[in-house]
Each structure stands twice: as C-alpha cells, then as structure tokens.
T-cell receptor, first 114, second 112 residues
C-alpha cells in the first residue's frame, strides 16, 4: 500500500539556520504530494503542493521539489524563524482506490530558538 | 472567507457511550473528510463524503460512521466508545475534483 516516510525528529535549529526535512513515498502510480504544518493547538494548514514530477511547490519561503527518480519530496527553507516552530507533515494522494485519502508521514517536530 | 469549523472543541465521554462530532466545510466545498490523530499513531484517514455519499473509507471498524447533509456539513458518529478512541478528530474539505484538503481545528475526544 501507499506510505510516506519522514525523517526522524525532533529537529532543533537556531534562527536563520537552513532547514531540510526529508520525505520519501511509496505509491502505485504517480501521487500528488503535499506538506502540511500544524502549529500548537491548531489543525493542519496546507503549506505547499506538487502534482507531477519535477514540480516545485513553494510558500512562505519553504520549497519542495517532486523527484520521481528518488521518490522524494524534501522540504527546505533557507532561513528559519522562531515562528516556524511547528509539526510538519508530508502527505500523498494517489487516486484509484485511495482517491480522496491523504496518506501522512509521522510528522517532524521543528523547534527554532532565537 | 470562513474556514472549516468543527464542534465541539472538546468532548469527554465514558467507555461504551456514543460520540457525535460535527463539521462545516468551507463555502463552495462539497467534499468532507475525517481523520483521526491519535498519540503515537499519526494521522489516519477515516471517511470521505461527497455530495451526500460515502466515497471512501479507511481501516476503521463499522462503529465509526457518519453522514453528510444537503448543506454539505457532516457528522462523525463513534459508537461503543473504547479508550483507544481518545484522539484529535480532524475534518477537512475540498472543492469537487481537487486534491487540496483544508483542515479544521479539530475536536479533542477523551474517553474515560
């Protein structure tokens, strides 16, 4: 079945550091890929998405590129801020019998210190 | 534009009771999805409703059920509550035919 694997957390960084959170997927077919962010006490917010190979999603300084050859969708940001502290989830949607179903990774806790 | 809303924010029930959770989608969205976020288990897909019909279901027992109303709002019902049903239940909505799901703040269900 479909699955999404994220790098183990938690991740702790200083402000202005470079961020990478790794995400790989397994799926039958070619899924759409998403990054969601969950701030403390809140629901999930869609951060960015990519629907086909080589697409780059970007939002609020975050970027991720859909790499079909490595089945990856790593999240990056050049300079993190304290306000980026949250839990980040990678997700896929494959269609077919999984149509409408988002498959999530386990989440990565990011803490940014001043 | 108002986002996805869920009620109640918190719900405390006793084992064996029934719980009803409610969700109102973003205006214009016809699909509603339910997910369970249990501690240590991550986010698990529960149900998808579109145009009043159940379109897909995750690996949950039949005591998890729901419905979608003509105004596209939705209810999730959990019967015969068990302690392991304690979780944050998230509702999401989307436009017809779109992959992007927008989430509400969730209902925290505690079963004692």
């Amino acid at each position: 079945g479909d699955s999404v694997t994220q790098m183990e957390g938690p991740v702790t960084l200083s402000e202005e550091a470079f961020l990478t959170i790794n995400c790989t997927y397994t799926a039958t077919g070619y899924p759409s890929l998403f990054w969601y962010v969950q701030y403390p006490g809140e629901g999930l917010q869609l951060l960015l998405k990519a629907t086909k190979a080589d697409d780059k999603g970007s939002n609020k300084g975050f970027e991720a590129t859909y790499r079909k050859e490595t089945t990856s969708f790593h999240l990056e940001k050049g300079s993190v801020q304290v306000s980026d502290s949250a839990v980040y989830f990678c997700a896929s949607e494959t269609g077919g019998t999984s149509y409408g179903k988002l498959t999530f990774g386990q989440g990565t806790i990011l803490t940014v210190h001043p | 534009e108002a986002g996805v809303t869920q009620s109640p924010t918190h719900l405390i029930k006793t084992r064996g009771q029934q719980a009803t959770l409610r969700c109102s989608p973003i205006s214009g969205h016809t699909s509603v999805y339910w997910y369970q976020q249990a501690l240590g288990l991550g986010l698990q897909f529960l149900l998808w409703y579109d145009e009043g019909e159940e379109r897909n279901r995750g690996n949950f027992p039949p005591r998890f059920s729901g419905r979608q109303f003509p105004n596209y709002s939705s209810e999730l019902n959990v019967n015969a509550l068990e302690l392991e049903d304690s979780a944050l239940y998230l509702c999401a909505s989307s436009l017809p035919g779109f992959y992007e799901q927008y989430f509400g703040p969730g209902t925290r269900l505690t079963v004692t």
